[in-house]
């Protein structure tokens, strides 16, 4: 049986810890169902993984010191407004860098404007 690479995290702090990273909670949003955990890879940096639900999305936030795609994306995507990309199914999708570290934020079921809010609340 292969091991899982997911590791559950009792905090972001202990998320950042372990991937040398400063993931933020997005300031000033009622966040609900919170959970984080790492994702080890052993040919690549680990991945830090932070998920929440705000009115009614699901987000995934990740983090590593990596260029490759960390987002855990596989669907087609399209272009949208500049602060996301929407996927075929309706999700929305982005990816930044800040310094040696990557960000992908990925949401399910939320609203354009929550997903700005989410976004620019983490700048």
Do not use: C, H
């Not at 400063?22 to 890879?41: F, S």
């Not at 999708?93 to 983490?122: I, K």
């Amino acid at each position: 049986q292969i091991p899982s690479p997911i590791t559950d995290r009792a905090s972001l702090d202990e998320v950042n810890e372990a991937i040398g990273s400063a993931m933020k909670r997005p300031a000033g949003l009622e966040l609900t169902d919170e959970a984080w955990a790492t994702i080890d890879n052993e040919e690549k940096n680990p991945i830090g993984q932070y998920t929440f639900t705000y009115n009614g999305g699901t987000y995934t936030l990740r983090a590593a010191k990596d260029t490759g795609d960390i987002s855990g994306v596989w669907e087609n995507g399209r272009e949208g407004d500049v602060t996301a990309i929407t996927t075929e199914n309706g999700s929305l999708w982005s990816r930044w860098f800040d310094g040696d570290m990557q960000y992908s934020l990925y949401a399910e079921g939320a609203a354009m404007d929550d997903y700005t809010a989410v976004r620019n609340a983490m700048a």
